[in-house]
């Protein structure tokens, strides 16, 4: 007994350094795949600001300027340097894409361990040196000169960048996801030593609320280092980090502050490509419109049901999940519509004739209409349909405000929104 309650202690010593200390977030436990454990960081000295008009500004830390200068839009750079140790082994450059990467060029250490790369860049570039014992990432931009200097058996405890100030906001930006990581890793290793299933369910039924506890944190930190590096274009890459369909406004901000900047490079190209796509949306943000024909054919707009709370049905007849939610929205609508509730049940069938029948067979309630194309719908691609069932909860002035739930999840929403009918 007093083992578990050990272990049972130990966990909300957990949550409560989530709670009250360290901060970050990320899908499912949060943890994000990028970062790896540093035991060594840099931290950035002057703040590098890029301007519009092609210039560095250059801020001392208490933001004081200490000097104004051209900033290169394209052309070489170098990266050199010495792996202590290193001695014949042989490292790889990569360029760093969205969700992949590319080998650029590769070289044995000579006989000192030293190294050189040098190529043309069209913009800030995100790179990895691969080593024999870790990695390191950094940015680089036309015109700079990087010097690295590591350890051969500890290249992340012990190692010196030198000639790229981004170099260093890289690494920091990477301190800021570790905090997560290394919470979630103190909880998986607790996890692995609880033999108690009953305590080990405990902790799982605890586990949700703590994943997002740490998502919160890790959002706040990744915000705040955005917003102090300003321009620097690692803040490109943070923000590619953010929830976006949470964080909406704030990555807007950031994508129209980088649209003048660095308006074709692939960080930006990937930012500005959520908020296309995520933005229509977003919670807070007035559903785009729909369109459909019912069961006669006459034209149906979402736009009609705006003075009510409105529930979006996205389904199809291929879907039994979508199909076995019927009865039960259907319950859910009798119980609330006199209170002002609607469904606008979008089917994305092909065949109007399945529809139809299903709509019949389970008796569906509300306003069916059916958008046929399947995922290539219009209204599927607006609203970013991928797979069904999908439901949305819209406002009485047609805004989201609740997204990806059941209807069990939607019922309980509904009974708090209308006073708290059962």
């Known amino acids: 007994m007093i083992r578990y309650l050990l272990i049972v202690f130990s966990f909300v010593l957990l949550l409560s350094s989530c709670k009250n200390g360290g901060d970050s977030t990320s899908e499912s436990t949060g943890k ?9 960081v840099l931290e950035s000295k002057y703040i590098h600001k890029d301007n519009p008009d092609g210039t560095t500004t250059i801020l001392s830390p208490n933001g004081e300027v200490v000097r104004i200068q051209k900033t290169m839009k394209e052309g070489p750079f170098i990266v050199e340097g010495t792996i202590v140790g290193g001695k014949g082994f042989n490292i790889i450059l990569d360029r ?7 080998p650029l060029f590769d070289q044995d250490l000579n006989n000192e361990g030293k190294f050189r790369f040098e190529m043309d860049a069209k913009g800030p570039e995100l790179m990895r040196l691969r080593l024999p014992k870790g990695v390191l990432d950094f940015v680089v931009k036309p015109g700079e000169h990087l010097t690295f200097t590591a350890d ?4 992340m405890e012990n190692f010196k960048i030198e000639g790229a100030y981004e170099a260093e906001f890289v690494m920091e ?3 800021v996801l570790d905090i997560t990581n290394n919470k979630i890793e103190d909880v998986e290793t607790l996890q692995d030593n609880i033999k108690d299933h009953k305590i080990l369910n405990l902790m799982n039924d605890t586990l949700p609320a703590y994943w997002e506890k740490l998502n919160i944190e890790k959002t706040a930190n990744l915000k705040r280092f955005i917003t102090r590096i300003d321009t620097a274009y690692t803040a490109l890459l943070a923000a590619a980090r953010l929830d976006c369909e949470k964080n909406i406004e704030f990555i ?18 990937a930012l500005h490509e959520k908020v296309i796509v995520y933005a229509p949306v977003a919670l807070g943000r007035i559903a785009p419109e729909i369109m459909g024909n019912d069961a006669k054919g006459t034209s149906i707009r ?13 389904w199809g007849n291929w879907q039994d999940d979508a199909l076995n939610q019927l009865p039960e929205l259907k319950r859910i609508y009798n119980k609330y519509h006199s209170n002002g509730f609607e469904i606008l049940s979008v089917n994305l069938d092909d065949d109007r004739s399945q529809w139809v029948s299903a709509v019949e067979d389970y008796k569906a309630a509300g306003i069916m209409i059916n958008d046929p194309g399947k995922f290539g719908a219009a209204s599927a691609q607006t609203y970013m349909i991928s797979d069904i069932p999908r439901l949305y909860l819209l406002d009485k ?3 989201f405000i609740y997204k990806h739930f059941t209807p069990a999840e939607l019922d309980k929403k509904l009974s708090m929104l209308m006073g708290g009918k059962k």
Not at 152 to 155: D, T
Not at 252 to 269: I, R
């Open 173 to 175: 930006m990477y301190r």
């Open 152 to 155: 051969f058996n500890k290249p």
């Open 302 to 314: 979402l736009s009609s049901t705006k003075g009510k709370y409105t529930l979006i049905q996205f």
């Open 32 to 40: 994000d795949s990028s970062s790896t454990k540093r035991d060594s």
């Open 96 to 102: 760093l894409e969205v969700g992949t990467y590319q």
């Open 397 to 399: 002035d047609g805004r």
């Open 252 to 269: 807007e901000a950031v994508d129209k502050k980088f649209s003048k900047l660095y308006p074709n490079t692939p960080a930006y190209k």
